[in-house]
């Protein structure tokens, strides 16, 4: 055999290795959507939810009744593991789009520097009654890719925007 031929096979069998990872990568993806939508549904129907705006991130799907003024949160953690998380923007006092930065140290001996480094964004919400802020998660470095960085920061900051017009205090201003 020829080496051209040889190499065809090679680059071949690599391609063909390559397309059905995506194919597997791509079917479980859509298997994570269809089941944060089921869980979804179920909780907005137990908790009498009508949507006005829902955002889908990486692995978790969340949805906001303006007229309730609640927001529905399903997350997946692991293989079957999901959390829900209702929010009643009643009780919240600020909500607001946080980058969460690391402290790293760069370098050695003489030239050691620090330097910040993106941990997340964030959107987190403050309750009135000072108990523990809740943070939704729409960009980390692990789960998502750089490239969606600034893509997922817009949809942190317009989701910001929305919600705090549903503020108790916001709608006290504009009313």
């Not at 051209?4 to 390559?18: E, K, L, N, Q, R």
């Not at 705006?53 to 009744?65: A, I, P, V, Y």
């Not at 964004?121 to 009654?129: C, K, P, Q, R």
């Amino acid at each position: 055999m020829s080496t051209v031929v040889v190499a065809v096979i090679i680059i071949s069998f690599i391609a063909a290795i390559v397309l059905v990872l995506v194919a597997i990568n791509n079917r479980d993806r859509k298997q994570t959507t269809l089941e944060l939508l089921s869980r979804f549904s179920d909780r907005a129907m137990e908790s009498n939810l009508s949507f006005s705006s829902q955002e889908l991130l990486e692995n978790t799907l969340m949805g906001l009744d303006g007229i309730q003024r609640k927001l529905l949160v399903i997350k997946k953690f692991r293989a079957d593991k999901y959390e829900s998380l209702l929010i009643d923007l009643n009780e919240v006092k600020r909500c607001r789009k946080i980058q969460v930065y690391n402290s790293i140290s760069v370098g050695d001996g003489k030239k050691e520097n620090i330097e910040n480094q993106l941990e997340k964004i964030v959107l987190e919400f403050e309750y009135m009654d000072g108990r523990t802020p809740t943070e939704i998660v729409f960009f980390e470095p692990l789960n998502n890719h750089i490239l969606t960085m600034s893509e997922l920061s817009e949809k942190a900051k317009k989701w910001e925007g929305i919600i705090s017009k549903l503020l108790p205090g916001e709608l006290k201003k504009t009313g």
